[in-house]
């Protein structure tokens, strides 16, 4: 059984600040990493590789050279293989035109795949359109916001736990299937440093523009759907008053005092 | 170390006057319910060690601030105990009466620049800026402040700085890095990268220290020296000549944080690193930096405490093989983080520790992510040979890993202070044994025999952890009970003799501070202490700074 | 255009039996088009061969102006044994008004559901022009598959200029299903939404967490597809006066369409308990809180204030809470007059998912936490210390 895992290298947001006379971010000395969605997807994956016997893995993320780090996280981690989408020709990209890069990719060179898993959003674009968008190309039914995955009927269908608004419904489909994950194990796993040495042996393969028969029009920013016509901060609250706590009962008063001016209470 | 300033060796210096200033004006708590009440944290340190009141707090904002105070309490006879981040873990901070003087407002980095002939970085920062900030801006290039108010000299060095391909780090590092840099050249703090990088005494270049008289001593690293009989002397600004005769004892070869810094023909900016404040308070300090070097964390998992104990022997032979630290999980500890696991895993932050892992030696070496072909030969038989693989490991080398295995480091004993803590609910007077010895490297196997077969004969719980790379393991025994602390105690006292015996140290980072002045006298005799004695009456002779640190109290 | 690979084609029938229209028919085993196929594309996604395609091109620039009306998905939620449109259509209907008042096109709202669709007159007095009643016993659950393939018909048909979805869990799995099938521009989560002077949606959103705001554009494509986070604009009083008409769609729906099975829902949320997304008083708990035992204080004080409980990432990772109280960027977004953050340090992608609450008060021993800087009234304190002394005095104030 083939699972593609689709994932993606983000800066990491905690460290990144804006500048606030340009508006643009400052992304000196912000590490990149692999999404934090992306790696839960890589968690299910190498968790069913341990559960299901003979299945075969393969990592593909779109980027910059850069992101080869974030595919070799993955690899580290236990993934037999790597595709990394690199090119001038893709820079630009919206969600829709990263979306049907991917699936030209899997179709050329992957197409037997029986699972597809992705991240929920990406902590740096956070639309979540990539997964149904890429799923909707291939023509494969998706499943949305999943935390738990189980084979059955012989490794044909997935039988998905996924969270609902209200509490969580439990989903069977036929493969081939596009899941996307909301949430991985509560603490992630650590490699080996075995595991760290034999993952710069496996197999991560650059692909570009040239490879996939795509015109070119249909790539990066001229094959985008959307455009960003601008980009500014954040509207910046007033603060407001900070008082001492550490006598409650005269910081509880105080607190219902402002309740009531704002009548609250 | 090299000689920075050019022109000859130096015996003599001059201590500088500093311009007074209106003693009424400076921020001043005076009574003790005051400071009891809305200062209360002025009052203690992490040892929790019990204060003994003080009169006044002070806060000054610069030198000539606290050159008024120290005069005018060096008139009224009252001591003063100096206050940095209050982060020691033997009392140094804690008041046992008179003034306490707060150095925190002593809080801006002074000045970046580059030496060419040392070819360093230096910093240069007074002593209440913390460690971890140090350590921050040094790693991400930008010094707040320095950037708009610094000199058109160092807003080039920044420039360049910034420029720089490298990044650059301060190597001390102390679990507690919220340390105030003054604190930790008082304490000569060191830490996991000790092993590799040296204590602080190695990174400090420069400092102003602040006597008891008021004035002050600038001591470039490589300029003062004692002279072949081992003296200094010191002159103030009226002509004044005092002089110093540092102690004859020669210091132990290991890490060390007890006892007067002693060697022949010393520099003298030594015998204020490590002084825990009680020849003066060091107000500004040089540090050079140094390049970081992109390590990977490695946690070799091993069969037994025995078997990491011949890892760490072995790894430390292998000359090819370059650990940054080296640093230890006994069987004991794994065990109880084992515990700790099922109960809060958040806490731990690591996958569950597995069954094959009775040991773990934890060692940081330089990696690069990019490069194919990993030559780890040697490393790989090293470790079989100690009956495990490298499949037996846990490593990581993003900047998120190495601070999850950082965090890991440092759970054990944040454990064992939460177990303490819980069983203190029922038996107040309770507090966690910790240890502090080290020894030279030839005594390791021996001292780590002479512990295990002490602790398992007494059946107690304990747990072994720390930097083994210094042969400087931390044995924390978690008593149940009073009698348990009793017998504990006892044992330590057999483990500093022992420590000493084989040519250690009773504290090896930590400091002796107020806490551990019993175990000060088993390393030192009484002549010596007499020795350390002598250079405290002549740089204080109304022993006004720090009452209770290193040196008892003298009736006067 | 639609395309069929003829060596490919099976001729199941399952195409066939899919297309809402009749346009595409089996004949000697092979399928064929017809005259009437409005490209809506529900063929192609449930091709078991992949024998079907379409191609599309970019919208010509003088077809683009034949695109026109505001839509907006009236997604429904279960409420009084029936499914009614949720809070977050009022908010869309409320700007969309503005959008189709600008642009002098009309308003339109599709519903989908079953027999149990009510509160649909309501939508016309909160300012839509029509509702598009789609009513069919396969759309009784929401499905990705039925759903995208009604909305791309209507949408075939319509040519609407703008559609717009609320950025709920349903919305952002269908609306980017929906424009991948018509290569349509979509933009997530937008928190603002105007027309520049081309006459062009400019969609606002926030990105990296919430530390920068982008105003995008969609120039070559129709319609204009946006999710809008809910909570964030608001709504009048409904205007009775307002005329408006209901009009049925007609939806043709095979469960051959339909690939996945519920097999077992867990509700985690009572029926009668106010969603957060719906509350007017929150309080929410983070890692501050310390132990999950502490959170009965938490419950506590919300009962007392009349509110419900939520909490940060950290407490729903920790199994504290159910995700359905989760607040974040990986969460849902709250809009309440009281939100109370306590021991929630406030990082941004916390932040977002409650920011646009009208009073914030915030409660964490660390003086230096970013939630300070959005709080009306910080207090820097022990939040278990102070919480018992708190409902103490408001049970005594009421």
Redesign the interface.
């Given at each position: 059984m083939k699972i593609i895992i689709c994932v993606k290298q983000v800066p990491e947001i905690m460290d990144i600040t804006i500048n606030p006379e340009t508006g643009t971010l400052m992304r000196e000395g912000v590490d990149s990493i692999l999404n934090p969605f992306c790696e839960y997807a890589v968690e299910m994956g190498l968790d069913l590789k341990r559960r299901y016997s003979d299945i075969e893995t393969v990592a593909i993320s779109m980027g910059p050279l850069q992101a080869k780090s974030a595919l070799m996280r993955c690899l580290e981690m236990g993934i037999g293989r790597a595709i990394l989408l690199a090119d001038m020709k893709f820079a630009g990209s919206d969600t829709w035109a990263t979306a049907f890069t991917l699936a030209e990719t899997i179709r050329t060179m992957e197409n037997d795949f029986d699972l597809i898993l992705v991240g929920k959003q990406a902590i740096d674009g956070d639309t979540a359109q990539v997964g149904p968008e890429l799923s909707e190309i291939l023509n494969i039914p998706q499943i949305m916001y999943a935390v738990g995955i189980d084979l059955i009927d012989n490794n044909k269908k997935v039988r998905v736990k996924k969270e609902i608004e209200a509490g969580n419904e439990i989903v069977e489909v036929k493969l081939p299937a596009l899941i996307s994950l909301s949430k991985g194990p509560m603490i992630g796993s650590v490699s080996s440093f075995q595991e760290i040495l034999d993952a710069r042996k496996k197999e991560l393969r650059v692909v570009r523009a040239s490879e996939l028969t795509i015109d070119e029009n249909e790539l990066g920013l001229k094959g985008s759907f959307t455009q960003v016509v601008k980009i500014f901060p954040p509207q910046v609250k007033k603060t407001g008053m900070v008082i001492d706590g550490s006598e409650p009962q005269g910081a509880a008063k105080k607190l219902i005092e402002f309740l009531k001016q704002r009548k609250v209470v | 170390m090299l000689s920075w300033s050019s022109g000859k060796i130096m015996h003599e210096i001059t201590s500088e006057a500093v311009p007074s200033v209106d003693f009424k004006g400076i921020r001043c708590i005076n009574n003790y319910s005051e400071i009891c009440q809305d200062y209360s944290s002025y009052l203690c340190d992490e040892s929790k060690l019990a204060h003994q009141g003080a009169k006044y707090l002070f806060f000054p904002t610069n030198e000539d601030e606290l050159s008024a105070i120290f005069k005018e309490m060096n008139e009224k006879n009252v001591t003063v105990t100096l206050s940095g981040a209050r982060t020691g873990l033997v009392g140094g901070a804690v008041p046992y009466g008179g003034a306490i003087v707060s150095l925190e407002r002593f809080n801006k980095v002074l000045g970046l620049r580059y030496d060419t002939q040392s070819k360093e970085w230096l910093v240069r920062a007074q002593c209440g800026v913390t460690i971890r900030d140090l350590n921050n801006w040094a790693m991400k290039k930008t010094f707040p402040r320095l950037s708009e108010s610094g000199s058109a000299e160092t807003k080039a060095f920044l420039e360049k700085y910034k420029e720089t391909d490298t990044t650059y780090f301060y190597p001390p590092d102390p679990t507690e890095m919220g340390a105030a840099l003054g604190g930790t050249v008082a304490t000569n703090a060191s830490g996991a990268r000790t092993y590799r990088y040296g204590a602080t005494r190695n990174w400090v270049r420069w400092i102003r220290v602040m006597l008891a008289s008021g004035e002050v001593l600038e001591i470039p690293r490589g300029k003062y020296f004692a002279t072949p009989a081992g003296e200094f002397t010191i002159i103030n600004s009226t002509g004044n000549e005092t002089i110093v005769k540092i102690p004859k004892y020669v210091m132990p070869h290991t890490k060390n944080a007890a006892g007067i810094f002693s060697a022949p023909n010393m520099d003298l900016i030594d015998l204020f690193i490590g002084s825990e404040g009680i020849f003066g308070a060091i107000t500004e300090i040089e540090v050079a930096l140094q390049k970081w070097s992109n390590p990977i964390s490695i946690i070799q998992f091993l069969p037994s405490d025995d078997k990491a104990i011949d890892f760490v022997i072995t790894l430390r032979k292998e000359k090819s093989i370059r650990p940054e630290l080296i640093e230890f999980y006994s069987s004991h500890a794994l065990d109880l983080l084992r515990k700790k696991q099922t109960e809060d895993p958040k806490v731990v932050g690591m996958p569950p520790i597995p069954d094959y892992a009775k040991s773990a030696v934890f060692f940081d070496l330089q990696f690069d992510p990019e490069k194919k072909d990993n030559d780890y030969a040697k490393l790989k038989k090293i470790v079989n040979r100690c009956g495990s693989t490298l499949e037996m490991s846990w490593a990581g080398y993003e900047q998120r890993d190495l601070e999850r295995f950082k965090n890991f480091r440092h759970v054990l004993p944040e454990t064992v202070n939460t177990i303490i803590a819980e069983r203190k609910k029922n038996i107040p007077e309770l507090y966690k044994l910790g240890t502090d010895l080290a020894v030279p490297d030839y005594a390791l196997e021996e001292i780590w025999g002479f512990y295990t077969s002490i602790l398992e004969r007494a059946g107690l719980e304990w747990v072994g952890f720390g930097h083994i790379g210094n042969n400087h393991i931390h044995i924390n025994i978690i008593p149940r009970s009073l009698k348990e602390m009793k017998k504990g105690l006892l044992i330590y006292q057999k483990f500093a003799k022992k420590a000493v015996d084989l040519g250690g140290t009773i504290s090896a980072e930590h400091g002796v501070g107020k806490i551990k002045k019993e175990f000060f006298s088993i390393m030192f005799s009484k002549k010596e202490l007499k020795e350390m004695r002598a250079v405290k009456n002549a740089l204080d002779p109304v022993c006004m700074l720090n009452p209770g640190n290193v040196l008892e109290i003298e009736e006067k | 255009m639609l395309t069929i690979n003829f060596e490919k084609c099976t001729g199941c029938k399952i195409c066939e039996k899919v297309c809402p229209f009749g346009a595409i028919v089996v004949i000697d085993a092979i399928a064929q088009v017809q005259d009437n196929c409005t490209l809506c594309g529900a063929c192609?996604?449930?091709?078991p061969v992949?024998a079907l395609s379409i191609e599309r091109k970019?919208v010509p620039k003088e077809e683009l102006d034949t695109f026109s009306g505001i839509f907006i998905w009236g997604e429904c939620?279960e409420r009084d044994k029936g499914t009614t449109p949720k809070k977050v259509v009022r908010e869309l209907l409320a700007q969309g008004r503005k959008l189709a008042d600008s642009l002098d096109q009309a308003l339109t709202v599709v519903v989908l559901g079953d027999d149990k669709m009510q509160g649909l007159e309501a939508l016309i007095t909160y300012g839509a022009d029509r509702v598009m009643r789609c009513q069919h016993k396969l759309l009784g659950r929401f499905t990705?598959?039925s759903f995208?393939n009604v909305i791309a018909v209507i949408i075939s048909i319509e040519k609407p200029s703008i559609f717009l979805f609320g950025a709920?869990?349903?919305g952002?799995?269908l609306?980017?299903?929906v424009?991948?099938?018509l290569?349509?521009?979509?933009?997530?989560?937008c928190t603002g939404l105007e027309i520049n002077e081309k006459g062009e949606l400019?969609q606002t959103?926030?990105?990296?967490?919430?530390?920068?705001?982008?105003?995008?554009?969609?120039?070559?494509?129709r319609p204009q597809m946006a999710t809008v986070r809910p909570n964030v604009f608001s709504f009048e009083d409904p205007d009775s006066s307002r005329k408006g008409e209901i009009v049925n769609f007609n939806v043709v729906l095979s469960p051959a369409a339909i690939?996945?099975?519920?097999?077992?829902?867990?509700?985690?949320?009572d029926e009668k308990e106010v969603?957060i997304e719906d509350a007017g008083?929150i309080v929410s708990a983070g890692r501050g809180c310390q132990k999950k035992e502490n959170l009965k204080l938490i419950q506590e004080l919300a009962d007392t204030?009349g509110g419900v409980t939520a909490g940060s990432r950290a407490i729903v990772?920790?199994d504290w809470i159910?995700?359905?109280k989760q607040v974040g960027?990986?969460g849902?977004t709250v809009g309440p007059?009281?939100y109370m953050a306590v021991g929630i340090s406030g990082?941004?992608?916390h932040l977002v998912g409650m920011?646009s609450a009208?009073?914030?008060?915030a409660?964490n021993k660390d003086?230096d936490a970013p939630i300070?800087?959005?709080?009306?009234?910080?207090?820097?304190?022990?939040a278990m210390?102070?919480l018992?002394?708190?409902i103490?005095?408001?049970k005594r104030?009421k």
């Open positions: - | - | 192609v996604n449930s091709c992949d970019p939620e990705t598959d995208t709920t869990p349903h952002r799995e609306a980017p299903r424009a991948a099938r290569h349509c521009g979509l933009t997530a989560d400019v959103r926030p990105a990296f967490g919430g530390n920068i705001m982008a105003s995008i554009v969609s120039p070559y494509t690939k996945t099975k519920v097999v077992a829902i867990e509700r985690l949320r969603s008083i204030l990772e920790l159910p995700h359905t960027q990986s849902l007059q009281l990082a941004i992608q920011n009208k009073t914030i008060i409660i003086p300070f800087k959005v709080a009306d009234l910080g207090i820097v304190g022990n210390e102070i018992p002394v708190l103490r005095e408001l104030v």
